[in-house]
């Protein structure tokens, strides 16, 4: 999947995978007929106050999405070292590749403490500790993924001739869409990333006041433009995504809000805005009527 044009906004949205496979197969179809650029699905193994709900792994799920459709960009939002193994995620991002015939983006970050960090029953990490895990996690996938066979050896990870026949489909790899919210995640964002990613405030996502997260997005972008500058980057070349369901309180609750929401990223340098997919009751919850009309409203106003 390329990186967006600087003319316009990619609109997409992020499905959660806890749907049956019929019903969540009519959602991805439907997400392309709309024409959404992009179709994104949590990495967790579990998430948050859903922990006991029903809950599918999300590369499975993505590679059924990518068998159902033929246009739409599909992609991990994100997946994490928390529980994943650079060589054998690799080997499913592969995959992936090959079965959506070169449409999936490998969404990646550090991977927050709680949850997740103690599935695989590791010691707690320091934030610091967090930070060099992924930096090697993002250094060994791009090595994995541009490369027929690996051998490495480093601190939190080991791979020995680690083989990706027959590769990607995009070359040199599949597209890196790295989430970061400080300067040294967006350094690996501005060496490895097609696009960067952002929640707002990381540690609050959703729980600001509106015009404060704004103000979160405006300095994170600010930062992002001077990490490219010092790192000898091309800003203009790396898609800048934001979720907004983790921005703001019910971002489709009408097409003229999401399109006024969608306008201020665009004002803020974004290139690709996604929001949650409603669900029925609870977190990220909304009417699937007002979803359509706001993103085809959207599409209609910013696709170019």
């Not at 499913?92 to 490998?106: A, I, Y």
């Not at 990607?168 to 989430?179: D, E, K, N, S, T």
């Not at 690996?188 to 997260?213: C, F, K, N, S, Y």
Request: net charge neutral; glycine share 10%; charged share 20%.
């Amino acid at each position: 999947m390329t990186a967006p044009r600087p003319d316009g906004v990619r609109i997409g949205a992020v499905v959660l995978p806890e749907h049956p496979w019929p019903q969540a197969r009519e959602i991805w179809r439907e997400l392309e007929q709309v024409g959404l650029h992009h179709a994104w699905s949590f990495d967790h193994h579990s998430w948050r106050t859903l922990h006991d709900s029903p809950w599918y792994d999300s590369l499975s799920v993505l590679s059924a999405a990518a068998a159902v459709t033929e246009r739409i960009g599909l992609g991990t939002m994100v997946s994490t070292p928390n529980f994943r193994h650079p060589a054998v995620v690799a080997k499913q991002v592969m995959t992936l590749d090959q079965v959506s015939n070169g449409r999936f983006v490998f969404g990646i970050g550090a991977g927050a403490p709680g949850g997740d960090a103690g599935l695989l029953g590791g010691r707690d990490l320091t934030p610091g500790e967090r930070a060099d895990r992924f930096a090697e996690f993002v250094g060994l996938s791009d090595e994995l993924l541009r490369n027929r066979t690996t051998t490495y050896r480093g601190a939190y990870f080991s791979a020995v001739a680690a083989r990706m026949v027959p590769g990607c489909v995009q070359l040199p790899r599949v597209p890196f869409a790295i989430a970061a919210a400080g300067p040294r995640g967006m350094r690996l964002a501005a060496r490895h990333g097609q696009w960067w990613v952002t929640i707002g405030d990381a540690g609050r996502p959703g729980e600001r006041p509106e015009e404060e997260a704004w103000d979160v997005l405006a300095r994170q972008v600010a930062r992002l433009e001077e990490v490219c500058e010092e790192t000898g980057r091309d800003f203009s070349e790396i898609g800048r995504l934001v979720n907004v369901s983790r921005i703001v309180d019910f971002p489709y609750s009408s097409p003229e809000r999401f399109v006024d929401i969608v306008g201020r990223c665009q004002d803020l340098g974004f290139t690709d805005v996604v929001v949650n997919h409603p669900r029925p009751n609870g977190v990220f919850s909304g009417n699937r009527p007002d979803f359509l009309r706001a993103t085809s409203a959207a599409l209609s106003a910013f696709s170019r």
